[in-house]
């Protein structure tokens, strides 16, 4: 049985449409990464999970219940951390979890008893009577996702949760994340980071226009949509090298700005010809998610 | 459900002081030099006008400054909305709250009229009601504006064009039969009109002429106010 199942979903905001017709599936205890570009559609389509906007199209359905009809109930089992932090700045850190429990119809009792186990996990224990304000962006941001558990979800939901972190800070809700999946909860993040959605999902889905291009294991979707290696190479006379000889000896070759991206099985050939160009510095690495992400939804920027 | 904010002391207070200056201040100062209204001392007219007027001022600042933080700078509500709480819910709480604050705050000035002298018999408790229901329809129509607000800048707009009038013409300060026939007539449109002309003579020791129609309008405006803050909001945050 699937936690969320979504069936040709669609949405629109006037001529616009953000949900072109997705389908998703969450499995209990996997970890799912929703990728795009800004604007892709990703947290409409998390709202519509959430029954929180009613869809044009399609269906939903969450632990077998029907959204946006029966989303009050779903919900009971789901614990969300939004994209940007909305934690009540009246009240401290301990009074966040405490008023949050109410919400899901907790008894205060129930909730005392599980404070100290969620502070724990924030990192926030010598923290808890201080006003939100006093706290860092990433002590925030543990405390929102310590809030969302604060109902012990089966399904939890997070938009971009290291939007503007410090890598320490980063780093630091990977781990709790990880930890997370290690007890069985299913998580179903959006994130435009490939290291993000690398390192922490079981599978993946690539969304752009509202569309989602691309889908499966990180490796799979490494293998099947991106030649294995990669070389960059850097510097003025980049592009004419590209036009003469680079492009000739890989697969593919993409340019941006002085920058020239070579993709190919063998790159022997290349490297070769490179040692003779003291004018151009190249890197050589494997070919990694972002090269799908890239190669998918384009090199164009969105705003 | 109801764990809303329990900071209310210090905000009661603060409503307090403004009302208080004004009805004391005017009540006394400009009451001395006046004869007699409908056979009460200024001061007593006066105080009544007060109860209602400051239960007006705070639902409308609850509902729309407080209302607008909650929705859209801190966004409370969004929060609140992914727990199984629905929008519907939330409106209500903020409309039962901001009508609880304002009753809180009409109420510590009836609670100062009538330690000063102003009531005149046990009728003046029906007051109470009339202020939740005063407080009902002032919040119901200020989630009209928090639905509309994109700044708090908005709300000006609304302080200015639609409640300090009621101020002038609802016979808060003076019988507004004193005003020319036309404004009476639209006085008698307005809210705060029937707040008074219920608080006024129940103050007075005297049950107050055709009080089911103001009390209806009272609930009218509360009810039809909520109702379309509740569209203007379901068409604002859940497209």
Known sequence: ?303 | MLVWRRIALPSVLGSLADPMIYMLGFGYGLGSMLPDVFGTSYIAFLAAGTVCSSTMMAASFEAMYSGFSRMHVQKTWEAIMNAPITLDDVMVAELVWAASKSFMAGGAVLLIAAALGFTQSALALWVLPVMFATGLAFASLGLIMTALSVSYDFFMYYFTLFITPMMMLCGVFFPADQLPQALQQAALLLPLTHSVALARPLMNGVVPAAWPLHFGVLLLYAAGGFYVALALTRRRLLK
């Open chain 1, 1 to 303: 049985m699937a936690y969320l199942v979504a069936r040709e979903l669609r949405k629109s905001y006037g001529a616009h449409e953000v949900v072109a017709g997705i389908d998703l599936e969450l499995r209990p205890g996997e970890c799912f990464g929703l990728l795009g570009p800004n604007g892709a559609g990703k947290t409409t389509t998390l709202r519509l999970c959430l029954g929180l906007t009613d869809p044009d199209g399609g269906t939903i359905s969450m632990f077998d219940l029907p959204v946006p009809e029966s989303a009050r109930e779903a919900r009971a089992r789901v614990g969300v951390v939004p994209q940007i932090d909305n934690l009540d700045p009246d009240f401290t850190v301990r009074e966040n979890l405490m008023v949050y429990g109410r919400y899901f119809g907790l008894s205060v009792a129930e909730i005392d008893a599980r404070i100290p186990t969620l502070l724990d996990f924030a990192g926030l224990t010598n923290r808890a009577g201080d006003k939100i304000n006093a706290l860092s962006g990433g002590m925030k941001r543990r405390l929102t996702l310590a809030r969302a558990l604060i109902n012990d979800p089966d399904l939890i939901f997070l938009d971009e949760p290291t939007t503007g972190l410090d890598p320490q800070a980063r780093h630091l809700i990977w781990q709790r994340l990880r930890q997370l999946a290690a007890q069985g909860k299913t998580i179903f993040l959006t994130t435009h980071f490939m290291d993000e959605a690398e390192r922490l999902c079981h599978r993946l889905a690539i969304m752009d226009h509202g569309r989602i291009m691309a889908s499966g294991t990180p490796r799979e979707l490494v293998a099947a949509h991106i030649e294995p290696q990669v070389v960059e190479v850097f510097g003025d006379s980049a592009a004419a090298w590209a036009a003469d000889q680079g492009g000739a000896l890989c697969e593919r070759c993409e340019q941006t700005g002085e920058t020239v991206f070579c993709y190919a099985r063998d790159v022997d050939p290349l490297l070769h010809n490179l040692e003779q160009r003291p004018d151009l510095r190249y890197l050589h690495r494997p070919a990694n998610l972002e090269d799908v992400f890239l190669r998918l939804t384009g090199r164009d920027l969105r705003d």
